[in-house]
């Protein structure tokens, strides 16, 4: 599996970003039962860079915390069954990885949302990779029913790796 990480900040964190973005990509493919090794690329940036790349990808010009860019289009949220459709188009030849997509997160977001939700910055990241990486699987959140799914599983791979949020056995 490839898990590339880009960061265009002078942002460090306390813990390792490439080490955090690994675990909790994998949880969610596990919990997911994908079949395939894959590929999935995250960029970090500011708030002014989400905002454009927010502008130009889904014309809503304002900042946002994550932005996911899948690369399948499910007919059913974490079906891979899907994917032998689409194979010429998901799959790096060179690799014969899976492109499951692009992720983009603002550190800047990271660090107000960590101070909002009373929680660390490790469990702000770890719960944007989940809610990104389950957005790539192919789960939305534009019912109620669907938010609730998409929730509940972010929580359990959070749990699983015993990411929690602060005073959160």
């Not at 493919?29 to 590929?39: A, F, I, K, Q």
Request: glycine letters at 6%; proline letters at 2%; a negative charge.
């Amino acid at each position: 599996m490839t898990f590339y990480v880009e960061n265009d900040t002078k942002k460090e964190f306390p813990f390792s970003i490439q080490e955090i973005f690994e675990k909790v990509a994998k949880e969610v493919l596990n919990t997911e039962e994908c079949p395939y090794d894959v590929c999935i690329n995250l960029l970090l940036t500011d708030n002014a860079g989400i905002r454009g790349y927010n502008s130009e990808y889904r014309s809503i010009d304002k900042e946002t915390d994550v932005l996911s860019f899948p690369n399948i289009e499910f007919k059913l949220a974490g079906d891979f069954d899907v994917v032998e459709e689409q194979e010429a188009d998901c799959f790096d030849l060179s690799s014969g990885e899976l492109m499951l997509g692009d992720i983009i997160i603002s550190v800047e977001k990271i660090e107000e949302q960590s101070h909002e939700y009373g929680h660390s910055e490790l469990r702000e990241f770890a719960f944007l990779v989940a809610h990104s990486m389950f957005h790539l699987c192919g789960y939305d959140h534009m019912t109620d029913e669907d938010a609730s799914v998409m929730e509940r599983k972010q929580e359990i791979v959070l749990d699983r790796l015993g990411i929690h949020r602060c005073g959160e056995d």
